[in-house]
């Protein structure tokens, strides 16, 4: 069993996503420069296998290394909450553990990201209990065929999962259940303002102090992109420089408990639209 690559700081991380992939070989300076000029520690890297060799992978990550940036492969789709799509959850990890065994050290992906959101399926409202059962079910195996492959694992999580419970366990959370099972949650936490009522602070501190007890991590995750769901949910009319007020305010909150690790912004080509265009004077 071999041990990822990584590099530890003392400072709150910074993650960011990239989906499209095949930017890291088409725009991999723009991103590296970005990334270190905004103090990005992780970058979670969609694997697409149609489109991206795993030679590219594996230039970008020792390239994104040399600037003290770890790499998770990241995947997911709503549909991985079902039992019978357990099959493409186990593809990924043997995938990754499979690249990660076959080049050189600082060429390896430092652990795996799952964005597995099954309450964006339609039986999310017609038996939500069940559509549950079955996404803890394949996160249990998740967790445990990651521990086998020696791979850290990082779930996306929204920020409610503490007030949902787990079927048939009275007053016991799913992140609870979580945090039980991962070191590191990434609570999807998409408010535009640190103190507001239901805002991102406030939609935090349970699980923060939560995680702080268990001696866990978790990073709150804001969103740049725009979105249907409501202004209030990104920041991509208020821009990056107000995302940067935000987290600062919730940094300086959040910071005494040890659970709470730093931030991730999503998505990396809207964060860094906003950057450009604030240069530009637009």
Not at 88 to 101: A, G, K, M, P, R
Not at 184 to 205: F, Q
Not at 247 to 273: C, N, V, Y
Request: net charge negative; proline share 4%.
């Amino acid at each position: 069993m071999f041990i990822a690559y990584f590099v530890q700081s003392s400072h709150p991380k910074k993650g960011t996503w990239i989906w499209d992939a095949p930017t890291i070989r088409t725009h991999k300076e723009d991103i590296i420069t970005f990334c270190k000029q905004n103090g990005v520690t992780d970058i979670y890297l969609y694997i697409d296998r149609q489109k991206v060799t795993p030679k590219d992978y594996a230039f970008f990550i020792k390239e994104a290394a040399k600037n003290n940036i770890r790499v998770e492969a990241l995947a997911g789709d709503p549909s991985w909450g079902l039992k019978e799509k357990r099959v493409f959850i186990q593809d990924f990890i043997e995938w990754v553990y499979s690249y990660n065994f076959n080049v050189s050290e600082k060429e390896r992906f430092s652990g795996i990201h799952l964005d597995i959101e099954p309450y964006l399926l339609p039986d999310w409202k017609k038996n939500k209990n069940n559509v549950i059962a079955g996404w803890l079910s394949n996160l249990e195996f998740l967790a445990k065929e990651a521990h086998a492959s020696g791979l850290q694992v990082t779930v996306d999580l929204p920020f409610w999962v503490d007030k949902i419970e787990v079927p048939d366990y009275h007053d016991y959370a799913l992140s609870t259940w979580m945090l039980k099972r991962f070191d590191t949650l990434v609570l999807m936490d998409y408010r535009d303002s640190a103190e507001d009522p239901d805002g991102i602070i406030d939609n935090a501190l349970d699980t923060v102090i939560e995680a702080s007890a268990m001696e866990k991590s978790v990073l709150i995750a804001v969103e740049m992109a725009r979105s249907g769901e409501g202004d209030k949910t990104t920041f991509y009319e208020e821009g990056h420089q107000v995302m940067e007020e935000q987290l600062e305010i919730t940094e300086k909150q959040l910071t005494k408990h040890s659970g709470f690790q730093g931030f991730a912004i999503h998505g990396f080509p809207d964060w860094m639209s906003s950057y450009q265009k604030h240069k530009k004077g637009e």
